[in-house]
């Protein structure tokens, strides 16, 4: 069975930084696709950013610049560096990722809260 497992949320201030990974665990062949979504209280959930088993990434506009998405294939594992964060960012981060194990599927993490204080 496969599994996200997400680490690395918190309360940081604003202007901070924090790091969320995200690591596939189980009977995995291969994952074409991982990434973070987030939902704000109140708010839908809104993608921030996935990046493809062949190097590329997408992000939500609003956030370019600031979040970078990153991937070790070997380890399964998918990782969020967020900089100069707001308070805005303020959310649970949640990893997603699209998996070939003995059949696909669509998996998603557990949910990291990030705090930001103004």
């Known amino acids: 069975q496969v599994q996200l497992v997400e680490s690395g949320g918190g309360l940081v201030q604003a202007g901070g930084s924090l790091r969320l990974s995200c690591a596939a665990t189980?009977?995995?062949?291969?994952?074409?696709?991982m990434g973070w979504y987030r939902q704000a209280p109140g708010k839908q959930r809104e993608l921030v950013a996935f990046?493809?088993?062949?190097?590329?990434?997408k992000y939500a506009d609003s956030l370019k610049g600031r979040f970078t998405i990153s991937r070790d294939n070997v380890k399964n594992t998918v990782y969020l560096q967020m900089n100069s964060l707001k308070s805005d960012d303020t959310a649970v981060y949640y990893c997603?990722?699209?998996?070939?194990?003995?059949?696909?599927?669509?998996?998603w993490g557990q949910g990291a809260q990030v705090t930001v204080s103004s």
């Open positions: 997603n990722a699209r998996v070939r194990s003995t059949d696909w599927g669509d998996y």
């Open positions: 990046s493809s088993s062949d190097g590329s990434a």
């Open positions: 189980g009977r995995i062949f291969s994952i074409p696709t």
